[in-house]
């Protein structure tokens, strides 16, 4: 079984589908790992590095397709829908990709890969089971961007964060309000607490709760009359009147904080409109949005994505790819969850599609020419009528 790790094509991506360290459980397993020149280099892995830990690197792209069993990437065609395309033609029957995506958003591209005879395995769809925590690269990246999305606050804001005591007098610490208790909103919380922030944090779920106040920040709590908890713990979207009141809340909670990061999203949908450009207007000028959801749309309504917008006073970042800016340790966690991935579908040296393993069969989108995810294909009453 041969391993290709393709050096990444999509603008400003800099990580890497498998590290260094991530090679030694696969070449115990009795694959062989083959790296495309420089695919490491802008997440901090030299060719070298690759080479000691015992993978080979081949002439070119074309030659890596070419002779590898499974593609193990950070953004298969349907996340890098332009630069990605140009791989189409080296795809071959039977052959293995994964990495993320964009499943629900990317048919036209999804569909393609189907038709170039490759089975697609999308790092979104892992399951949220115990048995494939180690496999979540969802979560992995969301830490990250939780993290970073705190020190870009911390950055732009020109209050600085934790409380000060000086001769001159006492620095009143900075409030920052977190919109969403996911893995992102929660290490953002945890940060925004280290760093010494007065922290408040809010989700339509009841039950994280618990979790943001363990790390020292304040629930808010709008009083909306039900929860809006889905499968797998994700937030689920809420009908007009919810987010009516919703907003009533909101508006109150960002007008007090100085800096607001929004975490919110509802996977394979926009992400929902939770401030709005009044909301915006009333903040106190100098302050700070983050909104890490501005791939999807936005959480806030100026967010333009990779942009930078003054309105009002107020600066709103919406980075689309923050975990990049930490490419290093970002590569080093997928790299875990890919290699976890690739140990588990090995049996007997060889990649097994075996489609009555939950783990398998929840990931598998495309497989023998066909997009096969029940989530999908198309709906059969709906051809009907």
Not at 105 to 121: C, D, N
Not at 213 to 227: I, T, W
Request: charged share 20%.
């Amino acid at each position: 079984m041969h391993i290709g790790i393709p050096r990444e094509t999509y603008g400003g991506e800099r990580r890497v589908a498998l590290t260094p360290t991530a090679l030694q459980p696969l070449l115990k397993a009795g694959a062989s790992v083959l790296v495309e020149p420089g695919a490491g280099l802008a997440a901090g892995y030299a060719d070298e590095a690759y080479a000691q830990a015992g993978a080979d690197t081949v002439a070119d792209r074309d030659k890596l397709f070419a002779k590898a069993d499974v593609i193990a990437q950070v953004r298969t065609l349907g996340a890098n829908p332009d630069s990605g395309r140009a791989d189409l033609q080296r795809l071959k029957p039977g052959q293995i990709v994964i990495g993320f995506a964009e499943p629900l958003t990317a048919r036209a591209e999804t569909e393609a890969v189907a038709a170039a005879g490759a089975s697609l395995l999308a790092m979104e769809f892992v399951p949220r089971i115990t048995r494939a925590q180690n496999m979540d690269a969802l979560s992995s990246m969301a830490s990250i961007a939780g993290y970073k999305a705190v020190l870009l606050a911390a950055s732009v804001c020109p209050r600085i964060f934790p409380m000060m005591t000086t001769a001159a007098g006492t620095v009143t610490a900075a409030k920052v309000f977190v919109i969403g208790g996911g893995v992102a909103g929660l290490q953002a919380i945890a940060t925004a607490r280290r760093l010494g922030a007065v922290v408040s944090g809010y989700d339509v779920r009841s039950a994280v709760k618990e979790q943001v106040e363990s790390l020292g920040a304040k629930f808010v709590s709008f009083d909306l009359a039900e929860d809006a908890e889905a499968a797998g713990g994700y937030a689920r979207q809420l009908d007009e009147d919810t987010l009516a009141r919703q907003r009533e809340g909101m508006a109150r909670a960002v007008r007090e904080n100085n800096v607001v990061i929004t975490t919110a999203a509802v996977p394979g949908a926009a992400a929902p409109l939770l401030i709005t450009e009044a909301m915006v207007a009333a903040m106190a000028p100098n302050s700070v949005i983050i909104d890490l959801a501005a791939e999807r749309g936005g959480n806030c309504e100026l967010t333009r994505a990779d942009e930078s917008v003054l309105a009002y006073g107020v600066t709103i970042l919406g980075p689309t790819n923050l975990v990049s800016t930490a490419a290093y340790d970002a590569s080093q966690l997928y790299g875990r969850n890919v290699a976890n991935l690739l140990r588990h579908l090995t049996k007997e040296g060889q990649i097994a599609i075996d489609t009555e393993d939950e783990i398998t069969r929840e990931m598998l989108v495309t497989h023998a020419g066909a997009v096969v995810h029940p989530r999908l294909r198309p709906d059969p009453s709906a051809e009907r009528s």
